[in-house]
């Protein structure tokens, strides 16, 4: 009997030990499929005493963000429609049903995406796909005026007529024209602001000026 009980809790182990394995393999080729920066050496920091543990910091730091990235998107897909990545930013989580992921390698018109990612929402929920420039015809009076849109403070660098957004998800939309004769600027900074629930919360406070 005690040789019985011994040999389901070796197997039990035996078991526990092949789930976490298998875990780690997926993970590692996950990371592999969709990482943008490999073989990166980090330099080793050493403690030259020259700066007091409270001194604060006084060195500025320049970061561009778009400079010489070269990434490796996957191909995104809602509900079978191919859809260019901007509309993540305005989709619900709440409605979505169920998210797969394929590294299958592809190309659509000339652009290889490493890996598809289809994205299905509920049964129940119709998104309604408009792209920023078919959103900035029918909610504003811009027309052909230059635009530079951002979705949550985070401003777009795609093509917005293919940069897509689901409607529904939309709370509210704020423009703010920039003018600039000394630079040459002269623009308008359009501003989606999504349902959240931190701009739902936002948008209902009520702010009193005064002692």
Do not use: C
């Amino acid at each position: 009997m005690s040789w019985i009980i011994k040999t389901e809790i070796t197997m039990n182990s035996i078991t526990i030990k092949m789930k976490y394995s298998l875990i780690l393999v997926f993970a590692f080729l996950f990371m592999n499929a969709f990482s943008q920066i490999r073989n990166i050496k980090v330099p080793e920091v050493k403690n030259t005493g020259t700066q007091k543990p409270d001194e604060p910091d006084t060195v500025l730091r320049v970061s561009y963000v778009n400079k010489n990235v070269s990434e490796r998107k996957p191909a995104y897909y809602l509900n079978g429609q191919f859809i260019n990545e901007t509309v993540l930013k305005t989709i619900n989580p709440k409605i979505l049903d169920d998210v797969k992921i394929e590294k299958k390698e592809v190309e659509i018109k000339g652009i290889k995406y490493y890996g598809q990612i289809f994205i299905k929402t509920k049964s129940d929920y119709k998104p309604i796909l408009i792209s920023l420039n078919e959103l900035k015809a029918k909610y504003t009076d811009l027309k052909h005026t230059k635009t530079i849109f951002m979705i949550d403070n985070e401003i777009i660098n795609e093509d917005y007529d293919k940069s897509l957004v689901d409607e529904n998800y939309i709370l509210k939309i704020s423009i703010e024209k920039v003018k600039n004769k000394k630079e040459r600027l002269n623009f308008n900074l359009v501003n989606v602001m999504t349902r959240t629930e931190e701009n739902i919360r936002k948008s209902n406070e009520i702010f009193i000026r005064g002692i």
